[in-house]
């Protein structure tokens, strides 16, 4: 699967390039809700990491996910869906990263963190695994339960858009640790070719 999606993405790469925007044409979009306390801030065209070419790659997206509220949330890759107008679905490409709500009690308990590797995928599975090359793992927006008072933030990948698409809505599910849902926040882009 690895070799087919790294040669399936050096094919892409050669295609003319293009890249995700705000209606107003700005590259960085706030969803605020204030009930719930939650922030999500997305940016394009914010990738400076190792190897350069990514973004003509695939579609690279930052994100910082701020819990103001006093629930804590859920960060899966399957709680975001990019889909073009056309109603076609762009798939995360995960990379795995997550971090562990560790218990209060850790030292006392017997927590070993060494052994929690899991986390929750979110509402779907249909996300994709991927073993991407330089530092894009390192710098991935992990996944797992986002205390309130915290924030997290890194990268999101997504199958390449720009190629295929004009205009894309990214909504991003969030959901209690419980699984309940809470908001959806919702993200239009459209592409911008040179």
Request: proline share 8%.
């Amino acid at each position: 699967m690895r070799a087919l999606l790294v040669l399936a993405l050096g094919a892409v790469a050669c295609a003319t390039a293009g890249e995700l925007v705000a209606p107003s044409g700005e590259r960085r979009l706030v969803a605020r809700d204030p009930q719930t306390g939650v922030t999500i801030v997305v940016t394009t065209g914010a990738w400076d990491g190792d190897p350069p070419s990514l973004p003509g790659e695939i579609t690279v997206i930052h994100a910082l996910v701020a819990n103001m509220g006093d629930t804590p949330i859920r960060l899966a890759p399957g709680d975001l869906e990019l889909v073009d107008v056309r109603g076609f679905r762009y798939s995360v490409l995960d990379v795995g990263a997550s971090f562990v709500r560790v218990p209060n009690d850790a030292a006392t308990a017997g927590y070993d963190r060494d052994l929690e590797r899991s986390y929750d995928p979110g509402r779907n599975t249909e996300f994709l695994p991927f073993f991407p090359p330089g530092d894009a793992s390192a710098r991935a927006l992990p996944w797992g339960v986002l205390e309130p008072g915290s924030q997290m933030r890194g990268f999101v990948y997504f199958e390449p858009v720009v190629r295929t698409a004009n205009e894309v809505s990214l909504v991003w599910h969030i959901d209690t640790a419980d699984n309940a849902p809470l908001v959806d926040a919702v993200f239009q882009f459209y592409v911008s070719r040179s």
